[in-house]
């Protein structure tokens, strides 16, 4: 092997390590931890300050919103466990008492779930019944089709 093969041999390894080193590094910051009320509850010491995604109902008659509407504080149920959790942020229009949303952020030592992503889950069926063809037709002759 000559010394401008030892060279170029040297420089691609060197760059196919870097490389690796980035795409690894890179995955390991967009790691996220599904867990359950139950298992956060169960491992809290170990997932302080982790990032965290979660899933559960918005509990009856626990969301308060401060007077910007950019800060609300609420409970979240899950299997008859209740979570606190707060969220900075404009909530999604979907976010109502009782409904299903997920809730992606770190858990803190004071026991509150602080969330900085907030998804409230879309009804997955509309209720109605579109082969009333009779309503359509009076709908329709109303707005002036």
């Given at each position: 092997?000559?010394?401008?093969?030892?060279?170029?041999?040297?420089?691609?390894?060197?760059?196919?390590?870097?490389?690796?080193?980035?795409i690894?590094?890179?995955?390991?910051?967009?790691?996220?931890?599904?867990?359950?009320?139950d298992e956060?509850?169960?491992?809290?010491?170990?997932?302080?300050?982790?990032?965290?995604?979660?899933?559960?109902?918005?509990?009856?008659?626990?969301?308060?919103?401060?007077?910007?509407?950019?800060?609300?504080?609420?409970?979240?149920?899950?299997?008859?466990?209740?979570?606190?959790?707060?969220?900075?942020?404009?909530?999604?229009?979907?976010?109502?008492?009782?409904?299903?949303?997920?809730?992606?952020?770190?858990?803190?030592?004071?026991?509150?779930?602080?969330?900085?992503?907030?998804?409230?889950?879309?009804?997955?069926?509309?209720?109605?019944?579109?082969?009333?063809?009779?309503?359509?037709?009076?709908?329709?002759?109303?707005?002036?089709?």
């Amino acid at each position: 092997m000559t010394g401008k093969q030892k060279k170029f041999l040297i420089s691609g390894l060197v760059i196919a390590a870097a490389l690796i080193l980035i795409i690894a590094t890179g995955f390991q910051g967009n790691q996220v931890f599904y867990v359950t009320v139950d298992e956060l509850y169960a491992k809290a010491p170990e997932l302080y300050g982790e990032r965290i995604r979660m899933a559960g109902n918005v509990k009856e008659g626990s969301i308060e919103k401060s007077e910007d509407h950019l800060f609300t504080r609420f409970k979240m149920v899950q299997e008859g466990q209740d979570l606190p959790v707060e969220y900075e942020g404009i909530t999604p229009d979907m976010f109502k008492d009782g409904a299903e949303v997920i809730v992606e952020g770190t858990y803190s030592k004071s026991g509150v779930f602080k969330a900085d992503n907030l998804m409230a889950k879309c009804a997955s069926r509309y209720e109605g019944d579109v082969t009333d063809t009779e309503a359509m037709k009076d709908y329709k002759e109303g707005q002036g089709y």
